[in-house]
T-cell receptor
Framework: AQSVTQLDSQVPVFEEAPVELRCNYS??????LFWYVQYPNQGLQLLLK??????LVKGINGFEAEFNKSQTSFHLRKPSVHISDTAEYFC???????????FGAGTRLTVKP | ETGVTQSPTHLIKTRGQQVTLRCSSQ?????VSWYQQALGQGPQFIFQ???????GRGNFPPRFSGLQFPNYSSELNVNALELDDSALYLC????????????FGQGTRLTVV
């Protein structure tokens, strides 16, 4: 079965600084990869996804991620963060054709003024 | 707004009781997946329903059961509640079984006392 590891549980950063949230996955077959954001007392909102094709994926709110098959990684990046980006971020993986989406434990991004 | 609605938003139950949570999927979506998110953790896959049939199940005991109706809305039932069942329960709807894009509701916060 597939699994996800988010390497940082908390990432503090100052406003307008760049940020990278790290995600590694394991799977024996081809996968789909996702990043979701969760604001307090809310459900999950899809930021971006990788299904196939270009390994650089652009999402909403200025986020992007790069699929690296050799390193089994899917790190999320933003060149300049805002206070409003403060939230919990989840990386998720599902095996192609499988209905079981596995989530990482989450990374708490805190943007400070 | 994703168009996925869950009810109720919060509820408190006593250990040993039974609970039913409800989810209305986004218009046009025929697949509903349920997740349990314990405090400080990522969501864990409970099961998925596709066109009224269970289509995969995570590592949850049989006291977690579900239904999907002809209009593709869904229920999650939990019998014999335990304290560890306290969590945010998330419903996600998608078109098809392959989880290429899932839209989440805002969740139901269940507290078992």
């Amino acid at each position: 079965a597939q699994s996800v590891t988010q390497l940082d549980s908390q990432v503090p950063v100052f406003e307008e600084a760049p940020v990278e949230l790290r995600c590694n996955y394991s799977s024996s077959v081809s996968v789909y990869l996702f990043w979701y954001v969760q604001y307090p007392n809310q459900g999950l909102q899809l930021l971006l996804k990788y299904l196939s094709g270009s390994t650089l994926v652009k999402g909403i709110n200025g986020f992007e991620a790069e699929f690296n098959k050799s390193q089994t990684s899917f790190h999320l990046r933003k060149p300049s963060v805002h206070i409003s980006d403060t939230a919990e971020y989840f990386c998720a993986v599902s095996q192609q054709g499988n209905n079981d989406m596995r989530f990482g434990a989450g990374t708490r991004l805190t943007v400070k003024p | 707004e994703t168009g996925v609605t869950q009810s109720p938003t919060h509820l408190i139950k006593t250990r040993g009781q039974q609970v039913t949570l409800r989810c209305s999927s986004q218009s046009g979506h025929n697949t509903v997946s349920w997740y349990q998110q314990a405090l400080g953790q990522g969501p864990q896959f409970i099961f998925q329903y596709y066109r009224e049939e269970e289509n995969g199940r995570g590592n949850f005991p049989p006291r977690f059961s579900g239904l999907q109706f002809p209009n593709y809305s869904s229920e999650l039932n939990v019998n014999a509640l335990e304290l560890d069942d306290s969590a945010l329960y998330l419903c996600a709807s998608s078109l098809g079984r392959k989880n290429t894009e899932a839209f989440f509701g805002q969740g139901t916060r269940l507290t078992v006392v």
